[in-house]
């Protein structure tokens, strides 16, 4: 039976839980919200699936493989951004491992002594991860499970207990609230201080944050300098937060930039009424009657 | 003569008003309304319950059961609690094919429960639907507790209906024991 629907009414928590409970083995796939012009049953707008905008397997109820559209989720790149790959080496090795599987380029990589198997487990779970804390801050996607599809065999899948995810993305939820609330605009730009030399004396900036630093630009948006630099919203957050914090750049809007809205809850109340009395009799009455029909 | 009430409740276009019509032994007594045309609701269907759908059966000359259907409309919910009261046990009927509606569903469901400790159990309706959700992952999606009866169901079909009444009564007596 099909598992569709949206998460504005099914939240990727809860998603993730009933996948752990039910021990399922398919793929989610989760997609661009197309309005439909319609009303949904609960008077909101229906929202048709668009173009897909990221796929997470799972075998028997863990979490095995993500990957976002338009990120780039090969081993390649997975290395370069745990940093046991430089930007140069990850560049050489596109070259000359072009349509080398996964599986084959690991070995090599051992091989070599570029990496141990651990690096590349661990580098896998990380990315894997991070990208379904990123998917935990979305709300408004149509998605879909397919039971019959999983990941091609040349990825390496790694499984991923999802008791773990489920706390830890509450708890970043909660940090990507913050974020959120202090940048809620991704399609804003970020350009330097009057003097930045100033400012970046001393300063000893992070991997991440020289990524994001060199992409600084009024013309470049935020969203941008992430899909650049394959970071997700909430890691860019971050480090746009920290660099703004730190005096380091400014937010400022890009030309034709447009401000998006959010959304809302509610709740109920209840008050308690007395049961009829019945007695046994009367309930086994019913039940020979209702059988007879 | 003891008269024996029951209550099927759920969102708006769950079911409520065909279950009753599909088991009840006289024409059930509804008080659909026509809904407004343009509206969202109307393009779900013509006419919606506003104070209640009754439904009768008769087992002897003492003893007779009446079904209420809440209206679903959250507008009509001042009507819940007058429906709520005396009740044996109540039914929730889920759309399992619409998840927009099921955190609706579970509020329902909280609220009667609030309004009674009557045992009551959750029909998973339209099954017979493509797009519709499977049982067990509705129990989840629900959180509905494993000792709570979560049933598929095709309230348009009276056998399907029969059972999902069976095993109310028999949650009933169990909860007598």
């Known amino acids: 039976m099909p598992l569709q629907g949206n998460l504005r009414d099914f939240s990727t928590t809860q998603l993730l839980n009933l996948i752990n409970l039910s021990g399922r083995t398919g793929t989610l796939m989760i997609f661009d919200p197309v309005p439909t012009g319609e009303k949904d049953a609960m008077n909101n707008e229906k929202m048709a699936p668009g173009d897909e905008r990221a796929r997470v397997a799972f075998a028997k109820g863990k979490l095995v493989h993500a990957s976002l559209s338009g990120q780039s989720g090969d081993l390649i790149a997975v290395l370069n951004k745990a940093g046991k790959l430089t930007d140069q080496q990850a560049n050489i090795l596109r070259e000359r491992a072009k349509g080398t599987a996964d599986k084959a380029l690991a070995m090599r990589l051992i091989g070599a002594n570029y990496v141990t198997q651990n690096d590349i487990v661990n580098s896998i779970k990380q990315f894997t991860q991070d990208v379904v804390y990123n998917l935990m801050t979305w709300n408004a996607q149509p998605f879909r499970f397919d039971d019959a599809s999983m990941p091609p065999n040349e990825r390496i899948l790694v499984?991923?207990?999802?008791?773990?995810?489920?706390?830890?993305?509450?708890?970043?939820?909660?940090?990507?609230?913050?974020?959120?609330?202090?940048?809620?605009?991704?399609?804003?730009?970020?350009?330097?201080?009057?003097?930045?030399?100033?400012?970046?004396?001393?300063?000893?900036l992070g991997v991440e944050e020289w990524r994001v630093v060199s992409f600084v630009n009024p013309k470049n948006t935020i969203r941008q300098i992430a899909k650049a630099n394959n970071m997700t919203d909430l890691e860019i957050r971050r480090v746009v937060y920290g660099l703004e914090q730190a005096g380091l750049v400014l937010l400022v809007p890009p030309a034709g930039a447009e401000q998006k809205a959010a959304t809302t809850r509610r709740a109920a109340s209840s008050r308690r009424k007395r049961q009829a009395p019945v007695q046994r009799d009367v309930v086994s009455k019913l039940i020979d009657k209702i059988k007879s029909i | 003569m003891q008269t024996v009430k029951m209550v099927v409740t759920g969102p708006f276009s769950s079911g409520k008003t065909e279950f009753i019509r599909a088991i009840s032994e006289i024409e059930v007594v509804s008080t659909e309304r026509d809904l407004k045309k343009g509206t969202a609701e109307a393009e779900e269907k013509e006419a919606t319950t506003v104070a209640m759908d009754f439904g009768r059966i008769t087992v002897d000359e003492d003893l007779v059961l009446y079904l209420f259907g809440t209206p679903g409309q959250r507008r009509f919910d001042f009507m819940w609690e007058i429906l709520a009261e005396g009740m044996l046990g109540f039914i929730v009927m889920v759309d399992s094919a619409k998840p927009e509606t099921f955190r609706e569903a579970k509020s329902i469901l909280e609220t009667f429960r609030a309004y009674a400790p009557t045992p009551y159990v959750v029909a998973a309706n339209k099954q017979d639907h493509p797009d519709a959700w499977d049982p067990e992952d509705m129990r989840i999606a629900l959180r509905i507790e494993p000792e709570v009866k979560l049933l598929p169901c095709v309230a348009k079909e009276r056998d399907s209906v029969r059972d999902v009444l069976l095993e109310l009564l028999y949650t009933i007596l169990e909860e007598m024991d």
């Open chain 1, 159 to 204: 499984p991923i207990d999802l008791e773990n995810i489920i706390i830890e993305g509450a708890r970043r939820l909660r940090e990507t609230e913050e974020l959120e609330k202090h940048l809620p605009n991704l399609d804003m730009a970020l350009k330097f201080p009057n003097n930045p030399k100033e400012k970046f004396k001393g300063i000893h």
